[in-house]
């Protein structure tokens, strides 16, 4: 039985094919090649070789041998037909099947399966279709497509392969590189698989760095589908967007505070910290901040000198050493003075044993004086106290006027001279007189222009009958006068100008007790007794002013001690004037038991300050002038000290010099004038210094 199957193929007309008895006719329109191909791979050839598909129209069986040898052999023709260059038995053009013959300079499909195998191609139609035909455009040379249209292989399979026009441009595979293509109204796109260029449709791979993505001064290098970013220093990030806080891995120690800059930090270190991650303390001492041969301990943020025994001061800058000072002695050996020369040559010996002599301590130069003046030593003659004292004993008292400004001069001169040993450091001119110049005009002038210097004038009153007055004077403040009683007052008064102010060893002493005794007895005039209460009135105001710490108390007396007010009493400055001013005479009693008022304060036991004073304001008519002597001795050994105030033309000054330890304890006040007793209130407030201070601060 003959079988026939219809075989379309890419040609119109075809020749037939003839294997011996074998006949193949292939009519221009019949099954598709799968069919036939598909049949041929699940039948069996019958007895006589023969396959049928079965009847279909008139058309014939094909009469051949076993079915796959017949493909093979259809395949090999066509084969030969390529490589012999001989023309196949199936007339296809040579142009034509260039596509799907087998030859090493022929580009093929992307799966090589749809050019050299025909079931799979067949049978994979729609993915062969997909594939890209490298030649394709072999093929479409000359094709007649409109410019928005594309040449395609309409059937991809090798042996019936068909060119088409078609407005899906896609159908050409344009898009390269295993791309995407998306058909538009007006053409097509490529969608590039990752890291190819969609500009020349995904053929070449595409510049990650074209963009420039690299901020901050980045430098881009391309990779595939890919970039890397090599960032400038202090940046990072894929784009080195990120400024790199350095500031992140806490760099700065011991609580310093970190600020971030590009590429770097700074440290703000707490104080005692130094260098750039704040990690090295700060050695305080390495600049040598002690002085004065003081040694350095370094702390935290700080040090601590170690100062010798000298020196005091965060950095030992205080010098707690009395010293250096130039000291000129200016002693009044005048008439007034003949039989007072030796207290003054003793208060001079006194205070050269209390100092060190030398270059860098304290120098003495003496001058005596009268109506002329004579250099007995120069400050810088001598270093030894003992050759000082020798020379004092020399001085004599002579009848003679006093002519202080002379010897003013003289001393002056010595403390500016370096010829005379003058070191131009502190300087005082201590001057032993009574305050009763002869030239005491020209004493006063040549005394502004000393202090106007800067060198100081100290005053003590030395004599029979003491001018206050002069004194305060010349020294120019109350300060500087003194009592031969008080030379350590005046001692400690210059080791604490000659020491750092801030030194301790002298103290400023303010707690004195005053207790005034006023005489009221009957036998004196109203007008002599108002001289009496102003002179009053003026010790408190002047001492008050002068140092308000002092503690005052009041009696009045003629036979017994009237209590006015006690030196308790929390009054101020203005009711205790008040008070005293109220006091009248006792118009009973005509007599003055001043012992017995002495003996009442005394015994009284009032007094608790370490400087105790007794003030005795009265005309002095006493008539138990040896018992008041006797008190006013007691009252010394109990370290209370009697002074005198003289108001009133009718006070006897002869009595007061009598009975009290010296006269400069007895201040005068006449027609109003109560300067001198700015004296009595300097004696309120003095130093004490430490006994060993030069021994301590070596």
Same mark, same amino acid.
């Given at each position: ?455 100081? &004038? ?93 503690? &005052? ?6 036979e017994e001690p009237d209590l006015v007010f006690s030196l308790s009493w929390s009054a101020d400055k203005d009711n205790r004037i008040a008070a005293a001013l109220q006091i009248n ?30 003030? &005795? ?75 060993? &201070? ?5």
């Amino acid at each position: 039985m003959e079988q026939h199957v219809k075989i379309q193929t890419l040609a119109t007309n075809v020749n037939v094919y003839q294997a011996g008895t074998q006949r193949l006719t292939v009519p221009q329109v019949g099954v598709s090649i799968n069919e036939f191909l598909t049949e041929m791979s699940r039948s069996r050839l019958g007895s006589n070789d023969s396959l049928c598909h079965g009847n279909i129209d008139d058309h014939a069986c094909i009469h051949f041998g076993k079915g796959d040898e017949f493909v093979r052999q259809v395949f090999h023709e066509l084969s030969n037909a390529h490589n012999a260059e001989v023309e196949a038995p199936w007339k296809i053009q040579r142009h034509e099947a260039h596509s799907f013959l087998t030859s090493p300079t022929r580009n093929r499909r992307s799966d090589p399966r749809c050019n050299t195998d025909e079931v799979y191609c067949e049978n994979n139609k729609d993915s062969c279709m997909v594939h890209n035909e490298q030649s394709r455009e072999y093929f479409c040379m000359g094709n007649t497509c409109t410019s928005t249209q594309a040449c395609y292989l309409s059937t991809p399979c090798p042996a019936h392969y068909i060119l088409g026009c078609s407005d899906n441009q896609c159908l050409s595979f344009p898009c390269h590189n295993g791309a995407t293509c998306h058909d538009t109204s007006t053409g097509f796109t490529c969608q590039c698989v990752p890291g190819w260029n969609p500009a020349d449709y995904c053929k070449t791979e595409k510049n990650e760095c074209a963009s420039n993505p690299c901020q901050n001064g980045g430098v881009c290098t391309d990779k595939f589908n890919d970039y890397s970013c090599s960032c400038h220093p202090g940046y990072t990030g894929k784009i080195c967007q990120t400024d790199i806080n350095e500031c992140a891995s806490f760099p700065c120690q011991n609580s310093g505070t970190c600020t971030d800059h590009l590429n770097k930090y700074s440290c703000s270190c707490v104080p005692g910290y130094t260098d750039s991650s704040c990690q090295t303390d700060l050695n305080e001492c390495q600049s040598v901040p002690c002085l004065n041969g003081g040694s350095c301990n370094d702390l935290l943020n700080a040090f601590a000198c170690d100062c010798t025994s000298r020196y005091e001061g965060s950095v030992c800058e205080k010098d707690c050493r009395p010293g250096p000072a130039d000291i000129v002695f200016v002693v009044d050996t005048s008439d007034s003075l003949q039989n007072d020369v030796n207290k003054s040559i003793d208060f001079i010996v006194r205070f050269i044993s209390k100092v060190p002599i030398g270059r860098n301590d304290f120098q003495i130069g003496v001058i005596a004086y009268n109506y002329n003046s004579t250099v007995l030593f120069d400050l810088d003659d001598y270093t030894s106290a003992s050759d000082m004292n020798a020379v004092l004993t020399t001085i004599k008292g002579k009848e003679a006027a006093t002519y202080t400004a002379i010897a003013l001069q003289q001393a002056h001169e010595m403390l500016t001279t370096f010829s005379m040993g003058s070191r131009r450091t502190t300087s005082y001119i201590v001057l032993l007189h009574d305050g009763l110049s002869t030239d005491r005009n020209n004493a006063f002038a040549e005394a502004k222009i000393i202090n106007a210097m800067g060198i100081r &004038i100290l005053s003590v009153g030395i004599g029979q009958s003491i001018a206050h007055r002069e004194m305060l004077t010349i020294s120019n403040s109350q300060y500087y006068t003194f009592s031969p009683h008080h030379l350590d007052d005046m001692y400690n008064q210059i080791l604490k100008e000659t020491v750092h102010s801030d030194c301790a060893d002298c103290l400023l002493e303010e707690e004195t007790q005053i207790v005034m005794l006023l005489d009221n007895n009957k036998n004196q005039t109203i007008e002599n007794y108002n001289d009496r209460l102003a002179a009053t009135r003026n010790i408190i105001e002047k001492v008050l002013t002068y140092n308000p710490h002092t503690k &005052i108390g009041m009696y009045s007396y003629s036979e017994e001690p009237d209590l006015v007010f006690s030196l308790s009493w929390s009054a101020d400055k203005d009711n205790r004037i008040a008070a005293a001013l109220q006091i009248n005479i006792d118009n009973h009693i005509s007599t003055s038991n001043t012992s017995h008022a002495l003996q009442h304060v005394r015994l009284d036991k009032q007094f608790s300050a370490f400087r105790k004073i007794v003030v &005795i304001v009265s005309n002095g008519m006493w008539t138990d002038m040896d018992e008041i002597k006797k008190e006013v001795s007691y009252s010394k050994q109990d370290g209370i000290e009697v002074v005198g105030v003289i108001a009133g033309e009718d006070s006897v000054m002869e009595n007061y010099q009598a009975v009290l330890n010296d006269p400069s304890q007895v201040f005068y006040t006449d027609d109003g004038n109560f300067k001198a007793l700015e004296s009595l209130a300097t004696m309120t407030k003095y130093y004490s210094c430490d006994d060993n &201070i030069f021994s301590k601060r070596q």
